[in-house]
């Protein structure tokens, strides 16, 4: 089937249903270093050094073009985080953005910066961050240790009361999280275990508030249930040497900063840790964007190569869900591995567990096989065949 052109001349996204998520990646750039931010591969307190300011990432009017593409779908929403997204584009883009797009938008943000001007951008188009959803769209996350040095010890109720500020852009504010567009979420990190009590408290019956899996090794232990063994812990803690092969692809469409569409966040985190990007993106912008033209003149070197690029005008979601092999496997971001729901409550209502990647032909030597197998016997979390 040929698709339709948008009015930006680029051609409409074919979207398969098996599509589960959109991730727009607008600004890595963060106004907080948590130890265990995801961001971070290695999780090693580096976040701040690892994502610098990038003057040259698409505006949001290129942005918007790109977005567009996308077929609207009530049940499949578009989903712009980072870093920290309210800081996009000198903090005046993400208004911009919201303002062209044509979707309905989930927001993943911190609320550190002064509550004035989120609320300023989002309040002309709070219809998009609105919508019937058994979760608020927007989610403001808890991070203990960063926001107590920057607030103080009343962290968690000033946290709620700038969430409660949202209600002057004309979002729901209420306790159950079904009828209310904003909620708090704490990652369940073992090192602040009296965290989520402070919250809960400061919460109660003025905002929804729920933990979320701590994803990642701490004190020697992997914590959460990955689908595919060793996925995430192969070489951080299990010391693993040499390399697993595999052929995996994504059930989502993963947009960094630059336009470049990746198969998994750790192909995406590497990327813009290492820079690697600038100079690819450069002559991208010279050659129309046109990716897939010009693929093995601008990636051919990379050892991990984006799947396409959002303004491309020969992009397909195709170019994205199709298997390709992987020699990274063991260094897998734990949202990618992690057993999980999809948006069509899979794993709830049929007891099939979602992943953010397929894996398959995995390559596991014989002696993780059986160590996997014998149910991970050194105290981590547990492992599904």
């Avoid at 989610?139 to 962290?155: C, F, T």
Wanted: hydrophobic share 35%.
């Amino acid at each position: 089937m040929v698709m339709p052109m948008t009015s930006n001349g680029l051609r409409a996204l074919e979207i398969p249903d098996s599509l589960n998520y959109v991730g727009v990646f607008l600004y890595m750039g963060c106004n907080l270093n948590c130890s265990y931010c995801i961001n971070d591969p290695d999780q090693a307190s580096r976040r701040g050094d690892l994502f610098p300011n990038h003057g040259s990432y698409l505006s949001p009017e290129e942005f918007a073009a790109g977005l567009n593409r996308i077929p609207p779908r009530s049940d499949l929403p578009i989903t712009l985080q980072g870093g920290e997204p309210s800081l996009y584009h000198g903090s005046k883009g993400l208004g911009t953005l919201l303002g062209l797009l044509h979707h309905k938008v989930d927001l993943l943000v911190n609320m550190v910066s002064k509550p004035d001007k989120l609320v300023e951008s989002i309040a002309p188009h709070k219809d998009r961050l609105t919508r019937d959803a058994p979760y608020p769209s927007v989610r403001v996350s808890y991070h203990p240790d960063e926001m107590k040095r920057i607030w103080g010890e009343d962290a968690p109720n000033e946290l709620v009361r700038r969430c409660q500020r949202l209600a002057d852009a004309g979002l729901s504010v209420r306790p159950e999280k079904r009828d209310s567009d904003v909620g708090i979420y704490l990652v369940d990190y073992p090192g602040h275990p009296e965290a989520e009590a402070e919250m809960a408290r400061a919460a109660k019956g003025k905002v929804p508030f729920e933990k979320k899996e701590f994803l990642g090794v701490y004190d020697g232990r992997l914590y959460g249930s990955y689908l595919y063994p060793f996925s995430t812990d192969l070489y951080s803690r299990i010391g693993y040497e040499g390399s697993i092969s595999c052929e995996c692809r994504t059930t989502e469409l993963l947009i960094d900063p630059f336009g470049f569409v990746w198969r998994c966040h750790y192909f995406l985190y590497q990327a813009m840790s290492s820079n690697r990007m600038i100079e690819p993106y450069r002559r991208l912008r010279e050659m129309d964007f046109r990716f897939s033209e010009h693929r093995a003149a601008l990636c051919g070197a990379l050892e991990q190569a984006p799947s396409g690029h959002i303004l491309d005008p020969d992009f397909t979601v195709d170019q994205v869900f199709a298997f390709q092999p992987c020699d990274s496997y063991g260094h897998c971001i734990g949202c990618d591995t992690k057993i999980k729901n999809n948006r069509h409550q899979s794993l709830y209502d049929l007891n099939i567990p979602h992943t953010s990647v397929i894996i398959r032909n995995l390559q596991l030597p014989d002696f993780l096989m059986r160590r996997a197998e014998a149910g991970h016997p050194d105290g981590e979390g547990k492992i599904h065949d």
